[in-house]
């Protein structure tokens, strides 16, 4: 909550002078905020933007309400993903087609994982970063087992160490480009080119905006339990082949795809982002 000012009216005057004069201010009137309340937590749970609630009440009583089963076609549900994904890829940077907006974390990091490691069969080593959310780490070990790979935990600070002289047994390299700890920022570009140098390629969780050298990327905020978006480079598309994914959903990544997604698309998630 924001402090007693009363005691300090000097403060008080001196911050209402720079809110008055921040360009930014009016944006905090795009959001749904208790009043009184600084909300800095942008990373968990952002706050709700003003323009969501009107939108999740179309979705539930207009699309799901009247046109029921017929707004998979009609209201284009289908390609929630894609729709929603492009939307997101214009704010980071990406190419239309290479941003798909999914299902939840879990599926989404399994998922990038199982297409990279597809691509660099024979490899048997996923290196990623003991200091990673736990999110991140318990699916890259459920995913080695499942696959019978060897996870290496290295800190970003060793990776290049470590694939110059294991780089060829590696497969994938997990890492984020933040440390969600201390706010830490690595050098993406540089660890990026250390593993293709190695033949590796690097799934990046989350990337907040364009990372050329990057293969994989995702998340995206669309409150509790949101879907969350997977971007593969068009370099990487035509071959990135999904392991969860339902009846409608092709195998294969590709811009342009009419139906890409984990499983059926979570269409309140989508239609809040």
Same mark, same amino acid.
């Given at each position: 909550m924001l402090p007693d000012t009363g005691r300090y009216p000097e403060l008080a005057e001196r911050a209402a002078a720079l809110d008055a004069a921040d360009p930014?201010?009016?944006?905090?009137?795009?959001?749904?905020?208790?009043?009184?309340?600084v909300y800095l937590d942008g990373n968990s749970l952002g706050a709700l933007p003003a323009a969501v609630p009107p939108a999740i009440e179309d979705v539930v009583r207009q699309q799901w309400g009247n046109s029921l089963i017929r707004s998979w076609n009609s209201h284009a549900w289908w390609q929630a993903p894609?729709?929603?994904?492009?939307?997101? !890829? =214009?704010?980071?940077? &990406?190419?239309p087609g290479q941003t798909v907006a999914? /299902?939840?974390?879990?599926?989404?990091? %399994?998922?990038?994982l199982a297409a990279a490691a597809?691509?660099?069969? !024979? =490899?048997?080593?996923? &290196?990623?970063?003991?200091?990673?959310?736990?999110? /991140?780490?318990?699916?890259?070990?459920? %995913?080695?087992?499942?696959?019978g790979l060897e996870v290496r935990e290295v800190t970003p600070a060793a990776l290049p160490a470590f694939l110059a002289g294991e780089g060829g047994r590696v497969?994938?390299?997990?890492?984020?480009?933040?440390?969600?700890?201390?706010?830490?920022?690595?050098?993406?570009a540089a660890l990026t080119a250390a593993a293709?140098?190695?033949?590796?390629?690097?799934?990046?969780?989350?990337?907040?905006r364009r990372r050329?050298?990057?293969d994989r990327a995702r998340r995206a905020a669309g409150g509790p339990r949101r879907g969350l978006r997977l971007q593969v480079p068009e370099r990487r598309a035509g071959r990135a082949r999904l392991s969860l994914r339902g009846p409608a959903a092709p195998g294969r990544l590709r811009p342009g795809a009419d139906r890409v997604d984990g499983a059926r698309p979570a269409v309140r998630s989508h239609g809040g982002v």
């Open positions: 930014l201010a009016g944006l905090r009137d795009r959001f749904l905020l208790p009043t009184g309340l894609l729709r929603v994904g492009d939307a997101i !890829g =214009r704010l980071i940077g &990406a190419a999914g /299902d939840s974390t879990s599926i989404q990091i %399994f998922n990038a597809r691509l660099r069969r !024979g =490899r048997p080593v996923l &290196a990623v970063d003991p200091g990673h959310f736990p999110t /991140d780490r318990y699916i890259a070990a459920s %995913f080695a087992r499942a696959h497969a994938v390299a997990a890492y984020p480009p933040v440390d969600y700890r201390t706010g830490e920022l690595h050098d993406m293709h140098a190695a033949g590796a390629l690097v799934l990046w969780e989350p990337v907040p050329g050298a990057a």
